[in-house]
């Protein structure tokens, strides 16, 4: 290992309490520094610098999908392929891909340029197929546009491409700075009255703010729609142990791509949402875990931080108010579970991204064992209009019980795939018109990311967009990812890729999550296959009936659920899969 | 003395199953459950380890709740109400089970597990077939690289109980989650063989499996669990006095388990405990007496003939007077057995020369702990180790002398509590301690002198302790005559680390030392643990849980051979002789007149004897001293020369080939008996199998040798014995088999009625008041020079004891570490230009043996270290014989030797 990358680890452990928590920004840092893959050597080294047994590194290092234990090729390509991506034909690219390379799916070419692999949901459901290139994204790909950056890659060019995605806003709030120039910069941000909400917050006392966010009804966005104020209610008020805030935007719901809307785009509105926060909860700092694959977007949050900071909206000393509040950005590396809030703690603590049991809730004991408030991107953008506008300005968007805008991911078989805010209690229709209505016959809809049950077309007529209108509808709002679905789509396809994304996102640690999503796999697989029989279909209804509420973490429920429904509702597309009867003695 | 009063414990009553259950708050629903009998099948949970609650096969319904919730994790709550059985839960236990036979192998009856399988268990309990929805078995290869533990990565349920205990409860960290989701497999990195990735062979994993996928692979197709009977002992190598279950089948050990619900060590074992017992099964046990004809050879010979040699040869040495006979008992050997040994010497023999290998420990605790506190032993128990927010550890390579006594320690080091560890080889507690004072050999006086001063000096002293329960703190203070600057000088390290230890010690509100033979070994240990002493006392730390003065003893029995009085001058109970009514009382109780009342001879003085023309008849007990004591050429021509050697043992060691009767003895799985741990607990050990041959239990063998020479002893077992240590030393009064069958009692207890005393001086010192004693420090005498210009260390591994005689013998024991080797920096290897595994010439001043050299990275440069174990290269012949002038101790810890390629 370099004596710098070596001097970075040990700088990184400094900032931890205890350097074990930098093992997994370490490995991101070591296997960037040393051509895209950990040697074992580096494991062993990275094992004594911050003191870790070689096991731990090695289990952590194995868990995470970005992290390779093999070498791959000098340019890694991934393409997604989980469902958005495949309603936007990515499964033709891949072939493409493989054809132009000559190689498939985790191999690399003879002369070491490049390793393709098919990887899951990339947060990039508006703009897919999407290809990742080591960490760069390319969206809207086409098998034309392939064949120019692989001609570009060759000689060893890496394009810019920008995608602007399709975007529109009801509200004017969460994406109400997206399309300004230069939207990241604290400059534009301020003279658009950023920072005053928290100019007023720190004129109040902690408990007001938190009275007002809670009288504000502003119900959590990463998809349980829990109350927010509530939920700062449940930290221990006589704990002598620092208190940390933490901000969710490991967006990888399938189907979801609202969080990197708003910091991509208005890093700013987070940041003041997350010092007003932290201040409302009485941490002194705050993290936000952002997926790995968003590189980009962290090296834009990390600079507005830090320009933030230069100007004391930030630090010890918040706008010259005495209070203390930073914020650090810290990278997953590829594992779904980890948007789970206790798995991202034991993420954030450098270990494997395995959800703890509970109690004790974060609130109470999360990261390092301190109390620990983990609240999603989209939730802490809402702050400041509750606290420069107030919390009734608030509760007049959207519906009553369901207050504040939301921004919706549409995906799928729509003209304008992108992201639209409007308020909670948006009807569908009035959305999916918004993204240039539907293209063909709509089949069925999925609204609130993979793990909601699906809805039929004729279930979703009168549907609007709310937490509570949702669950009435046997569904849920989720996190707002809105894949639609025209007569095109065989249910009986995207119910295995639901079940093959959570089988491979599985964590493995509960029985039933490990054994029982691999064990629905193969059945659907079977049916799929032409090979299935009528007691497969039962026992994959008797599967996700047992799973549903018996697992360790809300994963077990994120698959049984949506695959419940699909082979519920769609039973006549799956019985039409099964052999007929004396079919197999005729083969 | 009455134990520690039990601190107000709060309780919680829940509704389990409609029946009524009381547990102390922070009871799990299953622990609570199971304390009434009702059972909830388990696979991740093992009473080690946190609750994990991912099997999801505990999960229970709780009245109100929404969901099912994991039993292992969950708190009794009060008024809770809690359902096990209801049809809902039963059907989910039947699902968990379902999924894992979806791919578990079906291959039970070649599973070594067979028998002893949760999942096999709860598969018939729930009527588990097969999955209705298939069956896929993973295809991993199998691993056999392990000298012990054989894998079977197939058979694996992701439980992680293998993961969490080598992790959590040992410290280190062998095996990992490996990947994720269904292809998760647990692993050594990069599938590396385990005894590449720090293993210490423990099998702490395999004990922790409850399936089939980790086995103890010695014992494989030997018995199935059912076919075996099983005899809960206590193992006989260290003082931590494991309680252990040995199976037995056909005559032979088959394995050792270790019961999770008693002992002080709670289901735990180390490597000797584990694997180091078929050493029983050795076909060179002794199995018959041998006695030298007048050819000059050791043949065979029946009992009988034996005894009368024996008889004929002790009544001749000691025709001119009980002190001509010298007797050595062993730390190897029971209560009971010791006891015997010194009746036999001092009432049938008449002489006090009695001593035995327990002195390397106890000496010091008898010449320091005993005048000062009260008691030669340590003053709290293991369990209060954790206890403690700061503990010192002073001269103890503890996880590899107590390995299972170290996990408390590995244990507080988890909940973040201060570990200050003094000591010059960078040890692997020294490598986890919050401070490691890298001490000079033989410096740790002056570096106690700074620690004290300092203490005193920033009036960090318990002052009101001192003054109410202490008497010598201003000659203690006049004796501080080193500044902590000076004192870091001297010991060479840093002032300000001696400083934070000395004041994170003295302002914790427990803290608790814990020293060993390093200290003890030293020439001068005594001090050392005086100083040690002095600490405790002056900042308080004594007499409540989590503090004191642990002095860590070293045979399985040294506490008890020592409290049996096999010491050349003290009687049982720790009589001095020269105390006259004491020695009357012990008399009364014996029934027998004690003839010699002025002290005896150590172990070294009886041979120094020898050579004098005093001692003519030696009778060794499981002592090998040809290769445990320094001054080889000394005790070789001892040995030689004495007129009449009778040796007692279970193999025919370097000590038994030159005596002139060997007696067979039996090993600790044949014969009853009691054992005192180094927490003064007193726990029986039992026969599991028929003694081997002609062998005889020691007791035994002693009673028919006095018996030979006219004694007319009628013990009929090892419990009359035991009768009679109770009426002999008040301290163990309280003590009968019946009561402790359970797990064992510790000492003080003075009757039928008294629970024992886990924490000595709770309610006071035996004397009144403690007494703080002046601190000595004399330079070492053995300092590094031009001719000899390393400095060597001595010290234990935890493969094997005392001089191997047991674990050599031990084929899970002797296939994982080399033979006699010396550790030393890769500096100093370059240095001489040595390689990895070079044969080496050692040298000092009194000696010279020809170990390997490894490069380690537990020594600075300058220093070597050498195990005690190997007869083929004994560290002890390094030694001159130079011993501690107040306990007799001899030095082996501190050497300046020459290092030369062989």
Same mark, same amino acid.
């Given at each position: 290992m370099k004596p710098d990358v070596r001097a970075r680890i040990l700088d990184l452990a400094a900032?931890?309490?205890?350097?074990?928590?930098?093992l997994l920004t370490a490995l991101e840092t070591v296997q960037q520094a040393e051509g895209g893959h950990l040697s074992t050597d580096s494991l062993s080294e990275v094992a004594a610098l911050l003191g870790v047994p070689l096991g731990t590194v090695y289990a952590t290092a194995s868990y995470?999908?970005?992290?390779?234990l093999k070498p791959v090729g000098k340019y890694h390509l991934q393409l997604d392929t989980n469902i958005p991506a495949m309603l936007a034909g990515a499964e033709d690219l891949l072939a493409h891909m493989e054809q132009a390379l000559g190689i498939g799916v985790g191999e690399t070419t003879s002369d070491g340029l490049f390793t393709l692999s098919a990887v899951?949901?990339?947060?990039?459901c508006g703009t897919c197929p999407v290809l990742q290139v080591n960490d760069r994204y390319y969206e809207n790909m086409t098998p034309a546009c392939f064949d120019e950056l692989l001609a570009n890659l060759k000689q060893g060019v890496v394009p810019e491409w920008k995608t602007e995605g399709n975007w529109g806003t009801?509200?004017?709030?969460?994406?109400?700075?997206?399309?300004?120039?230069?939207?990241?910069a604290l400059a534009g941000y301020v003279a658009d009255g950023g920072y005053q909400a928290l100019e007023k917050a720190l004129t109040l006392s902690p408990a007001e703010v938190t009275q007002m966010v809670k009288d504000s009804g502003l119900r959590g966005?990463?998809?349980?729609?829990?109350?927010a104020g509530v939920k700062w209610g449940?930290?221990?008020?006589?704990?002598?142990k620092p208190v940390y805030l933490v901000c969710n935007?490991?967006?990888?719901?399938?189907?979801?791509?609202?969080?990197r809307q708003i910091m991509e785009f208005d890093p700013h509105l987070v940041i003041e949402g997350m010092a007003i926060s932290g201040y409302a909860i009485g941490a002194k700092l705050g993290y936000i875990?952002?997926?790995?694959?968003?590189a980009w977007i962290a090296d834009i949050l990390e600079r507005a931080i830090a320009e933030a900071r230069e100007a004391g909206?930030?630090?010890?000393n918040m706008l010259g108010r005495g209070v203390e509040f930073d914020i650090r950005v810290t990278r997953g590396?590829?594992?779904?579970?980890?948007?789970e809030e206790t798995a991202l703690i034991e993420s954030l603590e450098g270990k494997r991204g395995n959800p703890r049991l509970r109690p004790p809730y974060p609130a109470v004991?999360?990261?390092?064992?301190c109390p620990t408030i983990v609240n999603n991107v989209e939730t802490l953008s809402s702050v400041p209009f509750i606290v420069r506008e107030g919390a009734e300005a608030f509760r007049q968007i959207g519906t009553a019980n369901n207050a504040g805008p939301k921004i919706f991911g549409v995906s799928g078989h729509v003209k304008n795939p992108g992201a639209y805010e409007f308020p909670?209690?948006?009807p569908l229709a009035k959305v999916l018109e918004a993204a240039g209505g539907v293209v063909g016959?709509?089949?069925?809809?999925?609204?609130?990311?993979?793990s909601t049950p699906i809805l039929t077309a004729e279930e979703c007529r009168d549907l609007t967009l709310d937490y509570d209108t949702c669950a009435k509808y046997g569904t849920g709002l989720g996190s707002g990812g809105i894949m639609v679905m025209n007569d095109t789509v065989q249910i009986p396809a995207i119910a295995l890729r639901t079940i093959q994304f959570y089988a491979h996102e599985?964590?493995?640690?509960?029985?039933p999550c490990r054994q029982g999503s691999v064990a629905i796999e193969q059945m659907l697989h079977r049916v799929v296959e032409g090979k299935g029989t009528p007691e497969d279909l039962d026992n994959v209804l008797h599967l996700c009936k047992t799973i549903k509420g018996n697992t360790l973490c809300p994963t077990g429920d994120a698959f049984s659920m949506p695959i419940e429904a699909m082979v519920g509702k769609f039973r006549g597309e799956f019985e039409a899969l099964l052999p007929k009867a004396g079919a197999d003695l005729a083969v | 003395m009455a134990p520690l009063p039990e601190t107000e414990v709060k309780t919680i009553t829940l509704t389990i199953d409609d029946q009524e259950v009381t547990v102390p708050a922070g009871t799990t629903v299953l622990e609570a459950a199971r304390s009434v009998g009702i059972d909830i099948p388990t696979l991740c949970?093992?009473?080690?380890?946190?609750?994990?609650?991912?099997?999801?096969?505990?999960l229970v319904e709780v009245e109100g709740g929404r969901a099912p919730m994991p039993s292992c994790a969950l708190k009794a709550g009060e008024a809770m109400v809690v359902k096990t059985r209801t049809e809902r839960i039963m059907r989910l236990r039947k699902f968990v089970i379902e999924l894992l036979l979806?791919?578990?192998?079906?291959?039970?009856?070649?599973?070594?597990?067979?028998?002893?399988c949760r999942l096999q268990d709860y598969a018939y309990e729930y009527g588990v077939a097969v999955s209705p929805w298939g069956w896929t078995p993973h295809e991993y290869p199998t691993r056999d690289d392990h000298p012990n533990i054989a894998r079977d990565p197939?058979?694996?349920?992701?439980?992680?109980r293998c993961v969490r205990i080598c992790r959590?409860?040992?410290?280190?960290?062998?095996?990992g989650f490996r990947?994720?989701?269904?292809?998760t497999i647990i692993d050594t990195p990069y599938n590396m063989?385990?005894?590449?990735?720090?293993? !210490?062979?423990?099998g702490q994993c395999v004990s922790a499996c409850?399936?089939? #996928?980790?086995?103890m692979k010695r014992s494989?197709?030997?018995?199935?669990n059912w076919q075996t009977e099983k005899t809960i002992t206590t193992c006989g190598?260290?003082?931590?006095?494991c309680e252990m279950e040995v199976q037995t089948f056909r005559g032979k050990v088959v394995r050792v388990k270790a019961p999770?619900?008693?002992?002080?060590n709670e289901g735990n074992l180390c490597v000797k405990g584990r694997f180091g017992i078929d050493y029983v099964n050795?076909?060179?046990?002794?199995?018959a007496p041998l006695v030298r004809g007048e050819d000059g050879l050791l043949k065979p010979a029946d009992w009988e003939t034996a005894l009368a040699r024996v008889a004929e040869g002790l009544k001749k040495a000691k025709?001119?007077?009980?002190?001509a006979v010298g007797v050595i008992a062993s730390t190897r050997c029971t209560n009971e057995e010791n006891y015997l040994l010194q009746k036999l010497a001092r009432? !049938?023999?008449?002489?006090?020369?009695i001593d035995s290998?327990?002195?390397?420990?106890q000496a010091a605790a008898l010449a320091t702990l005993r005048p000062?506190?009260?008691?030669?032993?340590?003053?709290?128990?293991? #369990?209060?180790?954790?206890? #403690?927010d700061v503990l010192l550890v002073v001269g103890s390579n503890t996880t590899e002398e107590h390995p299972v006594l170290a996990l408390r320690i590995v244990k507080a080091l988890r909940e973040g509590k201060t570990l200050i560890v003094v000591d010059p080889r960078c040890t692997a507690l020294a490598k986890r301690?919050?401070?490691?004072?890298? !001490?000079?050999?033989?410096?740790d006086g002056a570096l106690l002198k700074g620690m004290l001063r300092h203490i005193v000096d920033t009036g960090l002293a318990d002052k009101d302790f001192v003054a109410q329960s202490t008497e010598g703190y201003d000659e203690l203070v006049s004796s501080l005559d080193l500044t902590p600057e000076a004192a870091a000088g001297i010991a060479g390290v840093e002032a300000a680390d001696l400083k934070s230890a000395a004041e994170a010690y003295a302002q914790a509100a427990a803290a608790g030392i814990v020293y060993s033979a390093g200290v003890?070994?030293?020439?001068k240990g005594a001090a050392i643990v005086r100083a040690l002493v002095d600490l405790a006392l002056l900042t308080g730390?004594?007499?409540?849980?989590?503090?004191g003065v642990n002095s860590l003893s070293g045979g399985a029995n040294a506490q008890g051979a020592c409290d049996m009085g096999?010491?050349?001058?003290?009687?049982?109970?720790?009589?001095?002789?020269?105390?006259t009514d004491g020695v009357k009382a012990v008399e009364a109780a014996m029934g027998a007149?004690?003839?010699?009342k002025k002290s005896g001879k150590t172990v070294d003085e009886m041979l120094q004897a020898v050579a004098a023309g005093e001692i003519k008849g030696l009778y060794v007990v499981g002592e090998n001293l040809s290769t445990s004591q320094p001054d080889r050429d000394a005790v070789v021509s001892a040995l030689q020369g004495v007129e009449f050697l009778v040796v007692q043992d279970l193999f025919f060691s370097e000590t038994a080939r030159y005596a002139d009767v060997v007696l067979p003895a039996c090993t600790i799985v044949e014969r009853d008996g009691t054992f005192t741990n180094t927490e003064r607990r007193v726990q029986r050990i039992r026969g599991a199998?028929?003694?081997?041959?002609?062998a005889r239990p020691d007791w035994m063998i002693t009673r028919d040798v006095a018996n030979a020479l006219g004694a007319g002893w009628s013990y009929a077992s090892a419990e009359d014995v035991f009768a009679e240590i109770g009426k002999v030393i008040p301290e163990y009064a309280g003590f009968s088999y019946e009561r402790l069958e359970e797990q064992g009692l510790q000492w003080?207890?003075?009757?039928?009625?008294d629970a024992g005393t886990?924490?000595?001086?709770?309610?006071?010192?035996p004397g009144g008041k403690a007494v703080l004693a002046p601190v000595e420090y004399q330079e070492p005498s053995e300092t590094a020079s031009g001719e000899f210009p390393f400095l060597l260390t001595t010290g234990i591994e935890r493969?094997?004891?005392?001089?191997?005689?047991r674990t050599r013998q031990a084929t899970g024991l002797t296939g994982l570490v080399g033979g006699g080797r010396l550790e030393m920096s890769a500096a100093d290897v370059a240095k001489l230009g040595l390689a990895d595994g070079d044969t080496i010439k050692v040298t000092s001043r009194y000696g010279s043996i020809e170990p390997l050299v490894v490069v380690g990275d537990s020594v600075p440069e300058g220093l070597v270290f050498m195990p005690?174990?190997?007869?083929?290269?004994? #560290?002890?012949?390094?030694?001159?014989?130079?011993?501690?002038? !107040?306990?007799?101790v001899p030095a082996m810890k501190l050497v300046a030797v020459r290092i030369e390629k062989a």
């Open positions: 900032t931890y309490p205890t350097p074990k928590a930098a995470y999908t970005m992290l390779n899951e949901d990339l947060g990039a009801e509200c004017n709030m969460l994406l109400a700075r997206r399309g300004k120039p230069n939207s990241t966005r990463g998809g349980a729609g829990f109350p449940f930290l221990p008020k006589d704990s002598t935007a490991d967006e990888g719901e399938p189907g979801t791509f609202k969080d875990y952002i997926r790995g694959e968003f909206k930030l630090g010890n590396a590829g594992a779904y579970v980890c948007g004991s999360g990261l390092f064992g909670l209690g948006v016959n709509l089949k069925a809809v999925i609204v609130g990311g993979l599985s964590c493995g640690q509960c029985t | 949970h093992d009473p080690r380890l946190e609750p994990f609650g991912a099997c999801r096969l505990c979806s791919n578990h192998p079906l291959d039970c009856p070649v599973c070594e597990a067979a028998g002893d197939n058979r694996c349920i992701l439980c992680g959590d409860v040992m410290g280190i960290g062998c095996w990947s994720r989701g269904y292809d063989p385990l005894q590449a990735v720090d293993c !210490v062979s423990c409850p399936v089939g #996928a980790l086995n494989r197709f030997a018995a199935r190598y260290c003082a931590v006095g999770f619900s008693q002992g002080v050795s076909d060179e046990r002794l199995t025709a001119g007077g009980g002190k009432t !049938v023999l008449g002489t006090a020369n290998g327990a002195r390397l420990n000062m506190l009260g008691y030669p032993a340590m003053t709290n128990s293991i #369990a209060d180790l954790d206890k #403690a301690a919050s401070i490691h004072l890298p !001490v000079k050999p033989g410096t003890t070994q030293q020439a730390n004594i007499g409540r849980l989590g503090t096999c010491l050349p001058d003290f009687l049982p109970g720790f009589r001095a002789l020269d105390d007149k004690v003839a010699d199998l028929e003694p081997r041959g002609d003080p207890c003075l009757s039928s009625e886990p924490v000595l001086y709770a309610e006071g010192f493969e094997h004891f005392g001089t191997g005689v005690q174990h190997y007869a083929e290269a004994p #560290a002890a012949w390094l030694f001159g014989g130079e011993a501690d002038a !107040v306990t007799g």
